[in-house]
């Protein structure tokens, strides 16, 4: 494959956020999930409340988001003098970080006595909040109350966690931390085109073991099952993912089975099946061979012990056999080659016969951030551009979906308008 400069469109390009900060410690964080909404693409803008501003300064949001921070219901700044309409109206989300027990217990009743509850009440786009008080605060039966009408009304709640306190105690009610709440922003605003879709995955390297201290494994880190399977999950997908030996951080909302050898990722994909998933992918890169003389002891070198011999058996074929059940889901391969790509793949997908064969470079892109797919069926093949992997996996799922039955018997195939030639926008 020829690899060219990456193009990556930024997951949340073109969305705006409008960001309420309410009166509570965490609103410091509010700062730092700004930037990372931005760096997902996402235009901010801020609103707060008179108590946020007792913690945080307006200066500080306008500096980082770039955009104007509003606190005031009558600001001219809007030339109707409306702004709790004009500002819902631009978002595409309004998310609230921190929520404070009296602001949640405001919107959960209706109440509108400042700028951003108003702005609440009168939004027609959807409403999230990361809660953050005192653990005896969020456990107090009122503020339960007000979480099941807010849930019931259709407000999102994003968190709390369980953790340390700005007031020296320990319990639920902390705010997530800005990253985990962008994750959760990035899920509300991407398209559910697997709601409703039980995915099985598999990720990363196995392990097959020597002795109990070595054994033969391979390069891949788990990045591009990984983020598979997060892009999954924010698509509306039940996923569980098997995993095999990696550093990776589990996605939110992802069902994870850590596994090391192939055996134990053959059982544990052989059992996930039993509940007839939609889809199965096989990212994991799955050693073909385990050694079959492995010591139950460490294989000590000494002066008198000749160079051990490594007698080896055949693995499991898991996609082969997921692919042979009697129903069998939707399967998707991967085929990492070092040369010869087209043609090894093109025949893997064959001799596993299977609908949708993903193949790349695997040596030169183990780790790396990046990569560039070929996509194979059986009308031929397409290239991607260079992307980064959260990127591609975002296509993928684009590509899977489309290729699902919407009735019985019938399935969309995206590559059948396409020549050999073409490539993914």
């Known amino acids: 494959m020829t690899k060219t400069s990456t193009t990556s469109t930024p997951e949340l390009?073109?969305?705006?956020?409008?960001l309420g900060v309410t009166g509570g410690v965490a609103a410091y964080k509010a700062a730092v999930l700004l930037r990372d909404l931005q760096t997902r693409g996402a235009i901010v803008q801020v609103v707060m409340t008179s108590a946020a501003q007792q913690f945080v300064g307006a200066a500080t949001f306008q500096a980082l988001s770039g955009e104007e921070v509003y606190t005031d219901a009558w600001d001219t700044r809007i030339p109707n003098v409306m702004p709790h309409i004009e500002l819902s109206r631009r978002a595409d989300l309004v998310l609230i970080a921190p929520a404070t027990a009296d602001f949640m217990a405001k919107i959960a009743n209706g109440l509108c006595d400042d700028l951003l509850s108003t702005l609440c009440i009168a939004s027609n786009k959807s409403v999230a909040m990361a809660p953050a008080m005192n653990h005896e605060m969020w456990s107090h039966p009122a503020t339960q109350r007000n979480v099941k009408t807010l849930a019931e009304d259709g407000t999102t709640l994003i968190g709390p966690a369980s953790g340390d306190q700005a007031c020296g105690e320990t319990g639920l009610g902390r705010m997530l931390e800005p990253f985990d709440i962008a994750e959760a922003v990035t899920g509300l605003l991407t398209p559910k085109r697997l709601i409703g879709r039980?995915?099985?995955l598999t990720a990363g390297p196995t392990f097959e073991r020597i002795d109990p201290v070595r054994g033969?494994?391979?390069?891949?880190?788990g990045k591009m099952g990984f983020e598979l399977a997060r892009a999954m999950s924010m698509a509306g997908a039940d996923v569980e993912l098997i995993a095999g030996p990696s550093h990776q951080l589990t996605p939110q909302g992802v069902k994870r089975i850590n596994v090391n050898t192939a055996l134990q990722m053959h059982r544990a994909v052989m059992a996930a099946c039993e509940a007839r998933p939609d889809v199965f992918v096989g990212v994991a890169a799955v050693a073909d061979w385990r050694v079959s003389n492995a010591s139950d002891r460490k294989i000590k070198k000494t002066s008198k012990q000749r160079t051990p011999t490594l007698t080896f058996e055949e693995n499991?074929?898991?996609?082969?056999?997921?692919?042979?059940?009697?129903?069998?889901?939707?399967?998707?391969g991967f085929a990492a080659e070092s040369q010869d790509l087209l043609e090894n793949a093109t025949a893997k997908r064959l001799r596993k016969n299977i609908p949708l064969l993903i193949a790349n470079i695997g040596p030169a892109t183990f780790g790396l951030d990046d990569n560039q797919l070929i996509l194979i069926d059986e009308h031929g093949h397409r290239s991607t551009s260079v992307q980064s992997k959260r990127a591609l996996a975002a296509d993928l799922v684009k590509e899977i979906a489309q290729r699902l039955p919407r009735a019985a018997g019938f399935e969309l195939n995206m590559l059948s308008s396409y020549t050999d030639s073409t490539e993914l926008d």
């Open 316 to 332: 499991p074929d898991i996609l082969s056999e997921v692919a042979a059940l009697p129903s069998p889901p939707y399967c998707v």
């Open 13 to 18: 390009q073109g969305k705006r956020i409008l």
């Open 198 to 200: 039980r995915v099985v």
């Open 216 to 221: 033969i494994t391979n390069l891949s880190s």
